[in-house]
């Protein structure tokens, strides 16, 4: 059960007079069941919900309530102030603001300091170091579009440099692996798409608006597919770049060889991705086994070399 939508359907009740339990689950991606449930819990918290039955039922919070601030624990405002402050780093907007200041609300006096320093235990910053500076501007153009159901249009870059104009309907903005794709309907492939923000250009809101159609989720978790690809190859490292080979596997992967290198039993799928991955070890990275991928990372690095010669 998560807090953060209990915290949202309480302010949805006492936002609306009635709204029904279908309309709670299609609004946060869940089955009726589990709002029925959330409901309970709700009940259960202290916070009269009335359900009234037939046509134009649904829930209701008891007319006159005042919702106690004691009703959320000190780890309940602590983690609802961390989610909504790494956010809000990330992605600007009045409803960020106005969702941190209603929580805080709910703070007692008594525990407010207590309640910061748990809530600041742990710092979850997905800003980049460094990178594509348009980056910010485009969250805010797409979420403006995400609102008013307006179109998109943009040049983009896709596999092997190709480029692109597209108009795109947008459904939702997606934070994979610290890096941001819109999904949305493509006119010009007439089919659901997801787009790298930072492979855009010439990013832009249309006047026109769109009618929503049947939405379909993009497909995030390739974990299944990824092991089925997934082998295991044999590398030996220099242990200056250990920290970063340390981002793909763990350290029971490694083995010591001497007193400055290790042998390493690494993740690899024969994708350009991965081959670029061992390259960007340089000098300190090679690859032992299988032959046919030592094969392959010889030849480019004959490539790489044959560019410098010229």
């Not at 939405?215 to 990824?226: A, E, N, S, V």
Request: net charge neutral; charged share 25%.
């Amino acid at each position: 059960m998560k807090i953060d939508r209990l915290v949202s359907i309480i302010m949805i009740l006492l936002d609306k007079k009635r709204i029904g339990a279908q309309e709670l689950a299609d609004m946060f991606e869940v089955s009726p069941r589990t709002i029925y449930r959330d409901i309970d819990a709700i009940n259960m918290a202290g916070i009269p919900v009335h359900g009234a039955a037939g046509v134009g039922g649904g829930f209701e919070i008891m007319q006159g309530y005042k919702i106690d601030k004691k009703v959320f624990s000190t780890a309940d405002l602590s983690a609802l102030l961390m989610g909504l402050s790494s956010l809000s780093n990330i992605i600007r907007g009045d409803e960020l603001v106005h969702a941190l200041a209603k929580v805080k609300s709910f703070v007692p006096a008594d525990k407010a300091k207590d309640i910061e320093l748990k809530a600041n235990q742990i710092c979850i910053d997905l800003s980049p170091w460094m990178g594509n500076s348009n980056i910010q501007p485009y969250l805010e153009t797409i979420k403006a579009a995400l609102q008013k159901s307006k179109l998109l249009t943009f040049e983009y870059i896709a596999h092997h440099g190709n480029k692109t104009t597209r108009t795109v309907e947008p459904y939702q903005l997606v934070l994979k692996s610290s890096y941001w794709y819109l999904h949305g309907y493509c006119r010009k492939r007439n089919d659901f798409r997801l787009f790298r923000l930072s492979r855009m250009s010439n990013l832009k809101m249309q006047e026109e608006t769109f009618a929503l159609r049947g939405y379909q989720k993009p497909t995030l978790d390739f974990t299944d597919i990824g092991e089925t690809m997934q082998t295991k190859i044999k590398i030996r490292i220099h242990k200056s770049v250990m920290d970063r080979v340390l981002d793909f596997c763990s350290y029971e992967d490694f083995l010591p060889d001497g007193e400055e290198y290790y042998i390493v039993s690494f993740p690899f799928i024969e994708k350009e991705y991965h081959y670029d991955i061992l390259l960007s070890f340089g000098d300190k990275c090679e690859c032992l086994e299988p032959l046919h991928i030592r094969a392959k990372m010889k030849r480019r690095i004959h490539d790489i070399a044959t560019i410098y010669e010229n």
